[in-house]
């Protein structure tokens, strides 16, 4: 699923059940009275949207895989003030699993899935002024099920999976990354910083005072509950808290002075009821 907050509401949106089911389904949480209700829901079920991300007081969605399994273009547009969503110009190509951010009242996306045997590995701007979308330099590496977020102005993405081409069989395959790579508008380019402590895949990401905070995910098929963050200025990671169970496919959002983590696929046996944490640093 995606979560995105506007004024102390946290919106959980899409995602997929454990039967797996795609869901169309978007529950807003009011931080000031810990409740959860339902709100109108997707024009249509996305499974791995990009990102849920707050321009102007609308929530912005972007891609996802639909009901039937198959890859969008979409973004879908929600104003709390109607209770209702719109649909603007589609993105230039499919994305699912991505990650997007805004910066400058403009959204950025990148997107990390699959299209003719390579990775996405693409990045896109749009301009909810004039509807329409451009591509911007693309990361140095792949990042396929990573997390990433915007922080201090600037789109981090940190580790998932980059395509590796071996030879010279010139087979390919997924490997881990742990590469962080930080794409500043004002030039078009990025640049790396230090890689992450324990490369993850499905990790969820937010900004919180200043730095990129990334909760939980799996390495190497091993579940993970850690809290790793980065402070871009001292360039340096820095473990915190765990969370309370090891979760992969998560979201993540920030309401007041607090991240707030809707927990996807939890490693238990049986599984239990859903989860939503809140860390106060």
Not at 56 to 62: A, H
Not at 176 to 182: G, M, S
Request: overall charge positive; some cysteine.
């Amino acid at each position: 699923m995606a979560a995105g907050t506007i004024n102390g509401i946290v919106y959980v949106v899409g995602g997929q059940r454990r039967d797996g089911v795609a869901l169309a389904r978007v529950d807003a949480y009011n931080v000031a009275t810990n409740t959860w209700s339902q709100v109108a829901s997707l024009p249509g079920a996305r499974v791995d949207p990009n990102g849920a991300s707050m321009i102007n007081g609308k929530l912005y969605v972007t891609g996802g895989s639909n009901g039937a399994g198959n890859r969008t273009r979409t973004l879908f547009v929600y104003d709390p003030g109607t209770n209702r969503w719109s649909r603007k110009a589609d993105m230039p190509r499919v994305s699912c699993g991505g990650d997007q951010g805004v910066i400058g009242g403009r959204l950025y996306v990148y997107t990390g899935c699959y299209s003719a045997n390579s990775m996405g590995n693409v990045f896109f701007r749009y301009n909810p002024g004039t509807d329409t979308w451009v591509t911007r330099a693309a990361p140095p590496v792949d990042h396929h099920r990573g997390a990433g977020t915007v922080v201090n102005g600037r789109f981090y993405l940190a580790s998932g999976f980059k395509l590796v081409q071996e030879t010279p069989t010139n087979s390919e395959f997924e490997d881990l990354n742990a590469q962080l790579d930080v794409y500043n508008p004002a030039t078009n380019s990025w640049t790396t910083r230090r890689n992450v402590q324990q490369k993850v895949s499905g990790a969820a990401a937010a900004s919180l005072d200043g730095k990129l905070f990334l909760a939980a995910g799996v390495s190497f098929e091993n579940p993970s509950d850690l809290l790793q963050v980065y402070d871009p200025v001292t360039n340096t990671w820095t473990m915190k808290a765990p969370l309370p169970n090891k979760h992969s496919d998560g979201a993540a959002s920030v309401a007041g002075s607090r991240l707030f983590f809707v927990a996807g696929v939890e490693w238990l046996e049986p599984p239990g009821p859903s989860k939503f944490y809140a860390y106060t640093p």
